[in-house]
């Protein structure tokens, strides 16, 4: 049989590492023919050999090579990126991709794409959580069961800084500083602490979860971890709870698909995703067969990406179907961006003044707000509500920001297990 020809874009610390498990495993079936690279005299971190493999750098050439039969994308953004997987498919090429920014923007546009080009798929499941099989597992083990929720950690870099806040020994400052001098944060972390990465993921999470397009990143509600401090860490360990940024799709009572990024204060006691540290990912599924399950592992890295790829590729040669490749959509569910849930809100005090319940109390009746209990602590209060929609909490906030008595704006985010 003739190999599978790869053509690969991108050469740098992913592409490195699919190119050695390819070229480590030896198969007669898979070759990776060419890379395009941005820099052809650019040091490599990983060995090419010459006799197997031509380096180019014009894409445009390599987009209308007929010696090459699988795309892999590897090079990141939504530029370049996106014209090579449009031009892979409409030449009825199989793609393999981790570009899970590209995916999110421009889900809709790319199978519009398949649907109209015979023996194009598009095959992604290092887009979400680097090395969990999380994509496949879904499409696979879930086909006779029905998801009723699906919530995770899924950026490592978040959780790292997390992990270092939830001990007290630093503030968000110093863990993000200590965090990019690592090399886990990027220079503009924007992407990862505002919660953007993960929105791109559980957006297609929700998609292959429930059978639904894949949600428009914009209409995601979406908060990052830039205002936690010390002290909401201190009123989680009160409730034996720690803090963790979740991506979570959850079908709503009313049947619809609430899909949403916050950080939550989560039960140490009754969810699984409260013991992920570090820069460990893990995705917890809820269904009516298995009840809850969680998926964990690293989320991100030159070995854990490469390998979910190299998975993706052997599929493709062995010409086993994918779930992957195409989506059908079978279920109409609305989705709903004002979600309900408990949440946590930390009100921080002018100084010397104590708590006011009783103002307090009157504006969340206004805003529809139930609370529960009310905690105070060292210039801040904080209280836990009953289901509540995110939009009356919201207004909520925004009201107590303007009080008298509150310092600055409140922090607020759900509850989970708690």
Same mark, same amino acid.
Not at 23 to 42: F, Q
Not at 96 to 107: D, F, I, M, Q, R
């Given at each position: 049989?003739?190999?599978?020809?790869? @053509?690969?874009?991108?050469?740098?610390?992913?592409? @490195?590492?699919?190119?050695?498990?390819?070229? *480590?495993?030896?198969?007669?079936?898979?070759?990776?023919?060419?890379?395009? #690279?941005?820099?052809?005299?650019?040091?490599?971190?990983?060995?090419?050999?010459?006799?197997?493999?031509?380096?180019?750098?014009? /894409?445009?050439?390599?987009?209308?090579? +007929?010696?090459?039969?699988?795309?892999?994308?590897?090079?990141?953004?939504?530029?370049?990126?996106?014209? #090579?997987?449009?031009?892979?498919?409409? $030449? @009825?090429?199989?793609?393999?991709?981790?570009?899970?920014?590209? !995916?999110?923007?421009?889900?809709?546009?790319? $199978?519009?794409?398949?649907?109209?080009? *015979?023996?194009?798929?598009?095959?992604?499941?290092?887009?979400?959580?680097?090395?969990?099989?999380?994509? =496949?597992? !879904?499409?696979?083990?879930?086909?006779?069961?029905?998801?009723?929720?699906?919530?995770?950690?899924?950026?490592?870099?978040?959780?790292?800084?997390?992990?270092?806040?939830?001990?007290?020994?630093?503030?968000?400052?110093? #863990?993000? *500083?200590?965090? =990019?001098? !690592?090399?886990?944060?990027?220079? +503009?972390?924007? /992407?990862?602490?505002?919660?953007?990465?993960v929105r791109a993921k559980i957006a297609l999470l929700a998609g292959v979860a429930f059978g639904v397009p894949v949600p428009s990143v914009d209409t995601i509600p979406c908060v990052g971890i830039s205002k936690i401090t010390s002290a909401d860490f201190a009123y989680a360990a009160q409730m034996n709870s720690t803090i963790k940024l979740l991506g979570t799709a959850k079908k709503t009572q009313d049947n619809k698909l609430a899909v949403y990024v916050s950080p939550a204060l989560v039960s140490m006691q009754l969810h699984s995703v409260a013991h992920c540290s570090g820069v460990g990912n893990v995705v917890s599924v809820t269904s009516s067969n298995l009840g809850t399950c969680s998926y964990s592992g690293p989320g991100a890295g030159r070995y854990p990406t490469a390998n979910s790829i190299v998975a993706d590729i052997y599929r493709v040669a062995s010409g086993a179907s994918s779930s992957a490749a195409s989506t059908s959509y079978a279920k109409d569910l609305e989705l709903d961006c004002n979600y309900v849930a408990k949440f946590y809100v930390r009100v921080p005090l002018v100084e010397g003044m104590n708590v006011p319940i009783t103002e307090t109390g009157a504006l969340a009746e206004k805003h529809g707000v139930s609370i529960n209990s009310i905690m105070s602590g060292d210039g801040n209060f904080c209280l836990t509500t009953n289901d509540s929609k995110l939009g009356n909490i919201q207004a909520f906030s925004e009201e107590l920001a303007t009080a008298t008595f509150c310092n600055e704006v409140p922090c607020f985010m759900p509850l989970l297990g708690i």
């Open positions: 049989m003739k190999p599978l020809r790869i @053509g690969m874009y991108g050469g740098g610390t992913v592409g @490195g590492g699919v190119y050695e498990l390819i070229m *480590k495993n030896k198969a007669s079936s898979i070759v990776i023919s060419k890379i395009c #690279v941005r820099d052809l005299n650019k040091p490599r971190t990983f060995q090419i050999d010459e006799s197997v493999t031509t380096l180019m750098a014009d /894409a445009e050439e390599m987009m209308k090579s +007929d010696d090459i039969d699988c795309v892999v994308e590897v090079m990141g953004g939504t530029g370049l990126a996106k014209k #090579v997987v449009e031009s892979a498919l409409k $030449q @009825g090429k199989p793609v393999v991709t981790a570009n899970k920014a590209l !995916l999110a923007e421009h889900w809709g546009e790319l $199978q519009d794409i398949i649907k109209n080009n *015979k023996n194009a798929s598009l095959h992604w499941e290092a887009a979400v959580c680097g090395g969990i099989p999380i994509i =496949q597992t !879904l499409q696979s083990c879930y086909t006779g069961d029905d998801i009723s929720s699906v919530t995770g950690i899924c950026n490592g870099t978040t959780n790292y800084m997390l992990t270092k806040m939830s001990t007290g020994a630093a503030e968000y400052d110093d #863990v993000l *500083k200590e965090a =990019q001098e !690592l090399g886990y944060a990027e220079a +503009d972390p924007t /992407a990862d602490v505002e919660g953007h990465d």
